[in-house]
C-alpha cells in the first residue's frame, strides 16, 4: 500500500478511536438541553451515561471474546455495596470507596473468570447466571450487613471532603468524565494487540492458540476488565440514587445491558453507548402509554431485531463498509467484525 493510502488508513484508525468520545459529547449536550426538563430528566441522563460504563464492559467481553456471561450485574452490585459499606458504615470518603469497589469487583471477576472461563457453551452461560443470583442472595438475606430486602440507605453523593454534588446536574460531570475514559480505554484495548487476540480467539480459539496467542490470558483480561467496569458503574449508581438494595444483583439489570450492547451494536465502540442512551430514554418516553408502554417497548425490540439485526450502530457501520467496499477494498474497517458467540464445544482456557 501507498504511503498515501497507509497514512488514509491510520487517519481512519484515529477517527475510529475518537469518534465515540463525540457521543459523550452530544450526550453532555443533552444533558445540558435537558436541565430545562427539571431533575427528573437530569437523573434519566445519569443513569444512561453509567448505563454505558456498564455496557461497555459487557462489550468488551460478549463483543470481541465472544463470550455470553450472564452474571455482569453481579459485579455492578459489588461495586454498589462494597461503595456503601465502606462510606457509610465506616465513614470512608467517596473516592476511597469507589477504588475499593473497583478492586473487589476486579478480584471476584478474576476468581469467577478462574472457575467459569474452564466452561464452554451453555456451562459457562449457567455458571456465570449463577455467580449473579448468588450475589442477589448474599444480599438479600444477609440482613446484619446489606440490610436484607429493606435496602441500604444514606450513602453519601458523589464529592470529598466539603465538596458534596448532590443534585444530578452536578454530579452529571463527573459521571460523564468516567464513561468517556471507559470508552477510550476500550476502543484502545479493541485496536490493541489483547483486542485483535480477543477476536481470533472467539473465531477459532484452537487456531488462534496455535499462531501463538494466549487465549486464557487475554479471556481472563477481558473478564476481569468488565467486571471492573461494572463494579465503577455499580459504585457511581450507588452515590448518585442514595439507596440501594438486593435488585442492584437481579436480573432486569442484565437483561437491560445486553439490550444495550446488542442493540446498540455488539462488538463496536459506539454502539454500547448508543445503546445505553437508547434503551435507558426509550421506557420513559413510552411513559405516555400507560398499560401499553411495555407492550410498545415489545414490538419495537422485535423489529430492531428484524430489521436492524446488527444493532442500531452496527447495522450503520456495515452499510457505509458495504458502499465503500468496491472503492477501498484493500483498506482496513473502522469497526472491527464483531465477534460471535461461541456455541461449538471446544477445548477450555487453562
Not at 437491560?256 to 448508543?274: E, K
Request: aromatic content about 10%; hydrophobic content about 50%; cysteine-free.
Amino acid at each position: 500500500m501507498s504511503g498515501g493510502g497507509m497514512s488514509a488508513v491510520m487517519s481512519r484508525k484515529t477517527l475510529s478511536r475518537l469518534r465515540p468520545l463525540g457521543f459523550l459529547v452530544l450526550l453532555y449536550a443533552l444533558w445540558v438541553a435537558g436541565t430545562k426538563g427539571g431533575p427528573y430528566l437530569d437523573q434519566v441522563v445519569v443513569l444512561a451515561t453509567i448505563y454505558v460504563i456498564m455496557a461497555a464492559g459487557l462489550n468488551l467481553l460478549l463483543g470481541y471474546s465472544g463470550l455470553l456471561s450472564l452474571g455482569h450485574q453481579g459485579f455492578y452490585g459489588l461495586g454498589a455495596y462494597t461503595t456503601a459499606l465502606l462510606t457509610v458504615n465506616a465513614g470512608l470518603p467517596m473516592p476511597v470507596g469507589v477504588a475499593a469497589a473497583i478492586v473487589v469487583a476486579a478480584l471476584f471477576g478474576w476468581l469467577v473468570g478462574k472457575i467459569t472461563l474452564r466452561l464452554r457453551t451453555a456451562f459457562f452461560v449457567i455458571a456465570t447466571f449463577a455467580f449473579g443470583q448468588i450475589g442477589y442472595q448474599v444480599a438479600l438475606n444477609w440482613v446484619s450487613l446489606t440490610g436484607g430486602p429493606a435496602g441500604f440507605g444514606q450513602i453519601p453523593p458523589i464529592g470529598a471532603g466539603s465538596v458534596k454534588l448532590i443534585s444530578p446536574e452536578e454530579a452529571y460531570p463527573v459521571v460523564l468524565v468516567v464513561a468517556a475514559i471507559t470508552v477510550y480505554v476500550v476502543a484502545r484495548i479493541s485496536h490493541s494487540g489483547l483486542g485483535f487476540g480477543l477476536r481470533a480467539m472467539a473465531e477459532n480459539e484452537n487456531l488462534a492458540r496455535a499462531v501463538g496467542i494466549d487465549t486464557a490470558r487475554g479471556a481472563n483480561l477481558a473478564f476481569v476488565t468488565g467486571a471492573a467496569l461494572a463494579g465503577v458503574a455499580g459504585s457511581l449508581y450507588a452515590h448518585t440514587v442514595g439507596f440501594i438494595s438486593p435488585e442492584v444483583f437481579g436480573f432486569p439489570i442484565m437483561i437491560n445491558t445486553l439490550l444495550m450492547v446488542i442493540g446498540g451494536g455488539l462488538g463496536t465502540i459506539a454502539g454500547p453507548v448508543i445503546g445505553a442512551v437508547a434503551f435507558t430514554a426509550l421506557p420513559e418516553v413510552l411513559r405516555f402509554g400507560d398499560q401499553w408502554r411495555l407492550v410498545i417497548y415489545g414490538v419495537l425490540l422485535v423489529l430492531l431485531v428484524r430489521f436492524l439485526p446488527r444493532g442500531l450502530w452496527g447495522s450503520v457501520v456495515a452499510a457505509v463498509r458495504e458502499r465503500r467496499r468496491p472503492a477501498d477494498a484493500d483498506d482496513e474497517p473502522e469497526e472491527p467484525e464483531p465477534a460471535p458467540v461461541r456455541h461449538t464445544e471446544e477445548e477450555p482456557v487453562r
